[in-house]
C-alpha cells in the first residue's frame, strides 16, 4: 500500500501540472453572469446630481439604499464605497489607531484585537502592520468559542476590538448564531464601552445551499445597545467583478464619524459611474439574490469535486468542513503535517494556500489546517489539483508514521 502511494505520487509528478487554487476567486462563468455591466447605458445622473463629476463622498443615494437593504441597516448609517470592502476596513481600522476618543489606540500600551482562526490573510496583514496584537480564538459550528472568548477577556488587558467573518467565515465556513452573536456582544461590550466590533460580511449573500437562519447584525446591536460599536462591510467583489464591484459599510455614532474623516483625507468621492452601474444591474436585494442562486448553481459542482475527492481519506488521516456557502474547504489532518501537504503538491506542480496562512503572523500552531479555494478553476482542472492533494496527504502522513 505504502509503495503504491508513492508510485502513484511519482507518476503525477510526472504530468508536469501547473494548477493554482490559492485563492478564493470566482470562476470565469461566474463573472460571465454579470456581463451587462460591460456593455450597459449608464445614466450620468442620479436625480440631479452629475455623477461624472466629483461630489456624493458617501455614494450615490441608488447604492446607499442598496447597501441599506443588503445589510438592514438605515440608510443614514450606510456609506458605498470603491471596489473593496477590505479598504473600508483598513480605514475603520486605521481612523481607530490614530483619532479613536478617548485615546487613540496608537496610544494605548499594547493594544490588541480578538481574532477567530482560523481565519482570513488580509485581516491579520493590516494588523500586523500597524503592530495590533492579536488573540486568537477557536470557532466552533455556532461561531466563535465563548467559553475561551471568556478566557481571553479576563486575562488580557486593552482589547480595542475583534474583527471576524460572521458568515460563511473563511475559510472554515461557520455561520454565527444570533445567540452566539448576542453573548460576543455582551462579553466585549462589558470589557470596553470604546470596543469596536468589525463584521466583515464578505459571504452575506453566498449560500449556496440552504443555510442557518441569521437575523441581521445590525438587528441584535441594536437588541444589545451596541449599533454605535459595531461596523459591518460587505462588496460586491463575488456577486459581479472580483476588484469590480461595489464596497458598503454600516457604522453609527462615533464609527461613522471616524470612517467619514478618515476618507475626507484620502478619497474625494467613490467611482459614482460604477455605483449607477451596479444600480441598473440590481434594483433590490430580491435581485441580487436571484443573481446570486446563478452562482450557486455553479459553485456547487467544484465543491462536490473536492468532498468525493476528500472522502477516500479515513478519519484518522484527517476531517474536512462541508460549508452551506462562500468559497472554502479546510482540511484538518490529525498529523501535524500541513506545511509537508504544500510542499509536496507544489513538487507536483499544484499550488494551494500556504499552510500557516489562515493564522496571525503565517503561524499554525499545530501544523495542521489548510485552505482549498475549488471555485477557480475547470472541473477537470480541479479534479486533477484534488488527486494530487489527496495523494499528497496520503503521503506526508505516512511519512510521518515512519
Ligand atoms: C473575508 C473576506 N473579506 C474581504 C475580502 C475581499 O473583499 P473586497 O474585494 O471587497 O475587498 C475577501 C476576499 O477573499 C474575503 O474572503
Redesign the pocket.
Known sequence: MDKKIITKFNDLKNKKLDIDIT??KPHASQLDLSNDLLTMDVDPYSGKVDLRNYGEPLGIKEARQLGSDLLSAPYENIITGE?????LTYQMILAHYLFADPTPWKDVDNPKIICPVPG?D?HFRMLEDLGIGMLTVPLIEDGIDIIELQRLIQNNENIVGLLC?PRHS?PSGEVYSDGNLKQIFNLCKAHSENFLFVF?N??LVHDFLPTKKQKPISKIAKEEGVVDMVAEVT?F?KVTF??G?L?FMAAAGKNLSLIKKIRASMVICPDKINQKRHTQLFKDADDIKMHMEKHADLIRPQFDIVYKALDVLSADIGTYSRPTGG?FITFTSKKPIASRIVQLCKEAGVLITPAGATFPYGIDPNDNILRLAPTFVNHDELKEAMDVFVTAIQVAHLEASN
Not at 83 to 87: E, M, N, R, Y
Open positions: 485563492r478564493g471596489q473593496s470592502s477590505l479598504l482570513f488580509r467573518v473563511n466583515d464578505a459571504y462588496s467583489s472580483g476588484g464591484g464596497s468559497y
